[in-house]
């Protein structure tokens, strides 16, 4: 009798840890801010992740390893983290080179043009200094984060730094009609859309955004380990992605179709790098879209070339990993080709 007590009281406890964990589950996936808040508070502290003020001071000068920068420039009034730095090779900034722009990861959640991705193990920053030194005028922009704004907001802020840009090019002695567009995680998700936007009208419309330059303008793309295919992405990324979407994992088919913009690939996409490891399905799903239509790409697999797994966002450990500076230069060599077409 009191085996079959003791018996029951387990099966009893049991249960209430199942419900418990249930109930747990579907709370956090309906509201992944709770999780996501909880990395955010330990990167931010007590700070907004998303200001309508610089997170750093304005700077104009040289750096130390002689390129020269423009820091803190304001593109937009109408939303948080409006703001973007201009990174010439020296300080001579009236040599005509081609225009990139880079938009960093984050999850949506963290990130920043100086800090990189928090959820890469590689200093983005490093990355972007190597790109100015090849030949190229960076433009580094930032954008608003959850849980205060969500997608397409950074869409539509990527739109207005390029407008911003181009409205201002003889000030800042930039080459608006030789563009190249490169972003990683997060910012190779507002890449790749963008693409999209820039050549089918139907999903720029979806969107509601009308670009902000033509799309013979923009010579390359350069979409670093991005997470598109959503309806295949494991638990955690769909929390971070759920979360910049709608607030929650469970996304419509609807959602997906705006998000997910390999559905909209059309023979008009621009020429494409791509860069795989942690979301290297993804790219590889990407690839092949861009392949039935014949538009021109070149993936890079580390995993399929070398057997080797590399980590998020790879190539920025160039200045310390042969496979990453092959990756590199091998960036380097499709846009130095697609520019000088």
């Given at each position: 009798?009191?085996?079959?007590?003791?018996?029951?009281?387990?099966?009893w406890?049991?249960?209430?840890?199942?419900?418990?964990?249930?109930?747990?589950?579907?709370?956090?996936?309906?509201?992944?801010?709770?999780?996501?808040g909880?990395?955010?508070?330990?990167?931010?502290?007590?700070?907004?992740?998303?200001?309508f003020?610089?997170?750093?001071e304005?700077?104009?000068?040289?750096?130390?390893?002689?390129?020269?920068?423009?820091?803190?420039?304001?593109?937009?009034?109408?939303?948080?983290?409006?703001?973007?730095?201009?990174?010439?090779?020296?300080n001579?900034?009236e040599?005509d080179?081609?225009?990139?722009?880079?938009f960093?990861?984050g999850?949506?959640f963290?990130?920043?043009?100086?800090?990189?991705?928090?959820?890469?193990?590689?200093?983005?920053?490093?990355?972007?200094?190597?790109?100015v030194?090849?030949?190229?005028?960076?433009?580094?922009?930032?954008?608003?984060?959850?849980?205060?704004y969500?997608?397409?907001?950074?869409?539509?802020?990527?739109?207005?730094?390029?407008?911003?840009?181009?409205?201002?090019?003889k000030?800042y002695?930039?080459?608006?009609?030789?563009?190249?567009l490169?972003?990683?995680?997060?910012g190779?998700?507002?890449t790749s859309?963008?693409?999209?936007?820039?050549?089918?009208?139907?999903?720029?419309?979806?969107?509601?955004i009308?670009?902000?330059?033509?799309k013979d303008?923009v010579?390359?793309l350069?979409?670093?380990?991005a997470?598109?295919?959503?309806k295949n992405?494991?638990?955690g990324?769909k929390?971070l992605?759920?979360?910049?979407?709608s607030?929650?994992?469970?996304?419509?088919?609807?959602?997906?179709?705006?998000?997910?913009?390999?559905?909209?690939?059309?023979?008009?996409?621009?020429?494409?790098?791509?860069?795989?490891?942690e979301?290297?399905?993804?790219m590889?799903t990407l690839?092949?879209?861009?392949?039935?239509?014949?538009v021109?790409?070149?993936?890079?697999?580390?995993?399929?070339e070398?057997?080797?797994?590399?980590?998020h966002?790879?190539?920025?450990?160039?200045?310390?990993?042969?496979?990453?500076m092959?990756?590199?230069?091998?960036?380097i060599?499709?846009?130095?080709?697609?520019?000088?077409?």
């Amino acid at each position: 009798m009191k085996k079959n007590k003791i018996l029951k009281f387990l099966g009893w406890f049991i249960g209430i840890l199942l419900c418990m964990g249930m109930v747990g589950y579907i709370t956090v996936t309906n509201n992944p801010q709770l999780v996501v808040g909880i990395i955010q508070k330990g990167i931010y502290k007590e700070a907004n992740p998303s200001s309508f003020e610089p997170l750093n001071e304005a700077y104009k000068g040289l750096k130390e390893n002689g390129q020269y920068l423009i820091s803190e420039i304001k593109y937009s009034e109408e939303y948080p983290n409006s703001y973007l730095d201009i990174i010439y090779t020296d300080n001579n900034t009236e040599v005509d080179r081609p225009t990139l722009f880079y938009f960093h990861g984050g999850g949506f959640f963290g990130g920043s043009k100086n800090m990189g991705d928090p959820l890469a193990e590689s200093e983005a920053t490093y990355l972007i200094d190597d790109i100015v030194a090849k030949g190229y005028n960076v433009v580094n922009v930032d954008y608003a984060l959850v849980p205060d704004y969500h997608f397409p907001t950074p869409l539509v802020q990527m739109n207005q730094a390029i407008a911003y840009i181009k409205q201002h090019a003889k000030e800042y002695n930039l080459n608006v009609n030789n563009v190249v567009l490169m972003g990683s995680s997060a910012g190779g998700i507002m890449t790749s859309q963008y693409g999209s936007i820039l050549t089918n009208e139907h999903y720029a419309s979806l969107l509601g955004i009308v670009p902000s330059i033509e799309k013979d303008k923009v010579k390359a793309l350069v979409i670093d380990d991005a997470p598109l295919d959503y309806k295949n992405f494991p638990l955690g990324t769909k929390m971070l992605v759920g979360n910049y979407v709608s607030g929650s994992i469970y996304l419509s088919d609807d959602e997906i179709k705006k998000y997910n913009n390999i559905y909209h690939i059309t023979s008009e996409y621009p020429a494409t790098f791509l860069l795989g490891s942690e979301y290297r399905k993804d790219m590889l799903t990407l690839h092949e879209a861009l392949e039935k239509v014949d538009v021109e790409n070149e993936l890079v697999d580390p995993l399929v070339e070398y057997g080797i797994e590399k980590q998020h966002g790879f190539v920025a450990n160039l200045r310390n990993d042969e496979i990453s500076m092959k990756a590199f230069h091998r960036l380097i060599d499709f846009i130095n080709n697609e520019t000088k077409k």
